[in-house]
């Protein structure tokens, strides 16, 4: 019982020979399982890959963000020196109309930026026109 085979006969196209092919059955479901098994394989690695082409076809949008976004921090970063350079200028025509110097208890005749923090003449911190915090910041 244990010596069981299967026979195949292979009859080639006009070919009058034919040829026979001997397999035990125990070789035979080794074959299956390992073709099986191959199969499974097959799958996991498909279906991981699948997830991994998937997250690669967002790349070029992702990319694109990134050049917007870029663009879009490069002109914050240009207001951010034309609005110093306003201030700068108003600052100096402030100074030339001598609006530093206005009577006391008057309206000033032109405002400061940032109005003085308790009477000291601190103006503070300049205000920040940042782009993106760091990190863990």
Do not use: C, N
């Not at 009577?103 to 503070?124: M, S």
């Amino acid at each position: 019982m244990h010596d069981r085979r299967m026979t195949f006969i292979l009859v080639p196209h006009e070919d009058v020979e034919t040829r026979s092919v001997t397999v035990s059955y125990r070789r035979l479901k080794a074959l299956l399982a390992a073709a099986v098994l191959l199969v499974l394989i097959f799958l996991v690695m498909a279906s991981t890959w699948w997830y991994v082409a998937s997250q690669a076809a967002r790349v070029r949008g992702l990319e694109a963000e990134v050049r917007r976004l870029e663009s879009e921090r490069a002109r914050v970063a240009e207001l951010a020196r034309t609005l110093q350079d306003v201030e700068a200028q108003y600052e100096r025509v402030r100074q030339m109309l001598g609006a530093d110097g206005a009577v006391k208890g008057k309206e000033p005749i032109l405002p400061p930026l940032v109005p003085e923090a308790t009477g000291a003449g601190d103006r503070g911190p300049a205000p920040s026109v940042g782009l993106l915090p760091a990190p863990g910041s």
